[in-house]
């Protein structure tokens, strides 16, 4: 497992950005797919968005299709989510996940992750 650490989070209005990032430690992130969940309070863990271990494949969950992009920087281990006209719903805990196996594209099952981050706060103000 590596270990994986968010930052980014923070309070901004509707409409707003904010771009997250993950840095692994430990071990190399290049060989892994990665993707970032949500999860509100009182609802379950949601799929945001992943990419593939090569950065060539990249996929996202309905509610945040062209308002995010998921991209890498394998060379500094690091994954970020550029987060575009935000909505109050957006607002969750966001966690980094690395894919259980290496040299994959991922999916948006979360057991099919099995290194994750602490996780950063994102609140959307209306």
């Known amino acids: 497992q590596v270990q994986l650490v968010e930052s980014g989070g923070g309070l901004v209005q509707a409409g707003g950005s904010l771009r997250l990032s993950c840095a692994g430690s430990g071990r190399t992130i290049s060989i892994y797919a990665m993707g970032w969940f949500r999860q509100a309070p009182g609802k379950e863990r949601e799929f945001v968005a992943g990419i593939s271990w090569s950065g060539s494949t990249t996929y996202y969950g309905d509610s945040v299709k062209g308002r995010f992009t998921i991209s890498r920087d394998n060379a500094k281990n690091t994954v970020a989510l550029q987060m575009n006209s935000l909505k109050p719903e957006d607002t969750a805990v966001y966690y980094c996940?690395?894919?259980?196996?290496?040299?994959?594209?991922?999916?948006?099952?979360?057991?099919?992750?099995?290194?994750w981050g602490q996780g950063t706060q994102v609140t959307v103000s209306s």
């Open positions: 996940a690395a894919f259980s196996r290496t040299y994959s594209r991922g999916s948006q099952r979360d057991s099919d992750f099995n290194s």
